[in-house]
Structure formats: structure tokens, C-alpha cells
Antibody, heavy 123, light 108 residues
Framework: EVQLLESGGALVQPGGSLRLSCAASGFTFSTYAMSWIRQAPGKGLEWVSSISASNGANTYYADSVKGRFTISRDNSKDTLYLQMNSLRAEDTAVYYC???????????????WGQGTLVTVSS | EIVLTQSPATLSLSPGERATLSCRASQSVSTYLAWYQQKPGQAPRLLIYDASSRATGIPARFSGSGSGTDFTLTISSLEPEDFAVYFCQQRSNWPPGSFGQGTKLEIK
């Protein structure tokens, strides 16, 4: 059974930093692209960042987080990360990690999602 | 930027009825459109990808259609567990792609 378990969400002040983790199990983690998608309270879904399968050589970011967030993966630990710096109030959201639907390719469809971790940016 | 507009914002129906949800793209996305279901406090679940392909484990009462700019998610006969929020998503310009704002399907 595929499982994705996010952690690391917290209350942080504007300008602060946070690192989110997503522990994966039930599939061969290294062979799938992975993504972070967020949802502000009561709002819709917003794609944040993606990383390619295998060595994660290719990373992609939404314009709203480019230069502030860094996605990475550790295949030896089956874990996905999101380093978030220079946080702003508008980054407040539940952050989901999600597995790409297609093997080895970053297709932009997500077939498994974690339960999410809440990041609140407020003074 | 490709904008997805979902309609209606809220749809009130009874169990057993047929539900028809719409998603319109601001420009053609070919058939690169997916549908997700989200229940309160839960993560989204992939229902349909590439406009009409059901994801693994999704019941046959869910079907998708359309191409270009107009897409439809149809639930043939509503079950109590189908009342949720539904999002469409396009990957024509992936990344970033984009999501619609959602349609809430509520019990009448």
C-alpha cells in the first residue's frame, strides 16, 4: 500500500524558515517524480514544486516560491523534502506531497497524496 | 497562464441522481485534463486523467469527457460517499499546469 507521511509543519514568523519532510513507503520511491502541492485555508489547490525521478536532477518551482523554496529527495531514506526560506503570510497552507502517476516521468498527474502538514506564517 | 473555470460552484443533488460537473479552459489543453475528489479533512484523490481515463480503483460510475477547452465529469448515480469537492487540473503546460477553483457537490 502506498503511503506518504508529511511532517515538519509549524507556526513560523514572517521571514523565517522551515523544512518539510515526506516519508514514502509501498512503492519504489526512486523511480517516481514527486511534488509538493499546497492548499490555503478554504481555498483551492496550488502546485508548488516537483522533482524528477532517480537522482532528482530536474527541479521545478511555481513562480510564487522560486528562489525561496528548494525541493530535494533522499532515495536512500525514501524521503522528499521542501526547504522553505523567507516565508510570507501568503505561504500559509496545508502542504501535501504527492506521487506522480507515471513511472519515471514527471507527468503532472498525482495518483497518491499524503494527508498534509500545516504551515502557518504569522507574527 | 491557463485558467480553469469550474461550474457550478455548488451543485445540490440527491443520492441516486446524475451529477454533471463542468471545467472550461481559457485555451486548449488537448486532453491533458484530470479530475480529483477531496473530502473534508482529506487529501485529494485522482479520479480521471487525460480527460477520460479512470484512475486505479475508481468506480465505473465516474466518467470524464471532453477535449480542447470544455470538459465534463459525470457521476452516473450518486452514492452518499460522492458528496465532496471536485477539482479539475490541466497539465498541458506542465509545469506548472493549473487547478480549477473547485465544485462542491452537496446533498440536497
Amino acid at each position: 500500500e502506498v503511503q506518504l507521511l508529511e511532517s515538519g509543519g509549524a507556526l513560523v514568523q514572517p521571514g523565517g524558515s522551515l523544512r518539510l519532510s515526506c516519508a514514502a513507503s509501498g512503492f519504489t520511491f526512486s523511480t517516481y517524480a514527486m511534488s509538493w502541492i499546497r492548499q490555503a485555508p478554504g481555498k483551492g489547490l496550488e502546485w508548488v514544486s516537483s522533482i524528477s525521478a532517480s537522482n532528482g536532477a530536474n527541479t521545478y518551482y511555481a513562480d510564487s516560491v522560486k528562489g525561496r523554496f528548494t525541493i530535494s529527495r533522499d532515495n536512500s531514506k525514501d524521503t522528499l523534502y521542501l526547504q522553505m526560506n523567507s516565508l510570507r503570510a501568503e505561504d500559509t497552507a496545508v502542504y501535501y506531497c504527492a506521487k506522480d502517476r507515471r513511472y519515471s516521468i514527471s507527468s503532472g498527474n498525482f495518483d497518491y497524496w499524503g494527508q498534509g502538514t500545516l504551515v502557518t506564517v504569522s507574527s | 497562464e491557463i485558467v480553469l473555470t469550474q461550474s457550478p460552484a455548488t451543485l445540490s443533488l440527491s443520492p441516486g441522481e446524475r451529477a454533471t460537473l463542468s471545467c472550461r479552459a481559457s485555451q486548449s489543453v488537448s486532453t491533458y485534463l484530470a479530475w480529483y475528489q477531496q473530502k473534508p479533512g482529506q487529501a485529494p484523490r485522482l479520479l480521471i486523467y487525460d480527460a477520460s481515463s479512470r484512475a486505479t480503483g475508481i468506480p465505473a460510475r465516474f466518467s470524464g469527457s471532453g477535449s480542447g477547452t470544455d470538459f465534463t465529469l459525470t457521476i452516473s448515480s450518486l452514492e452518499p460517499e460522492d458528496f465532496a469537492v471536485y477539482f479539475c487540473q490541466q497539465r498541458s503546460n506542465w509545469p506548472p499546469g493549473s487547478f480549477g477553483q473547485g465544485t462542491k457537490l452537496e446533498i440536497k
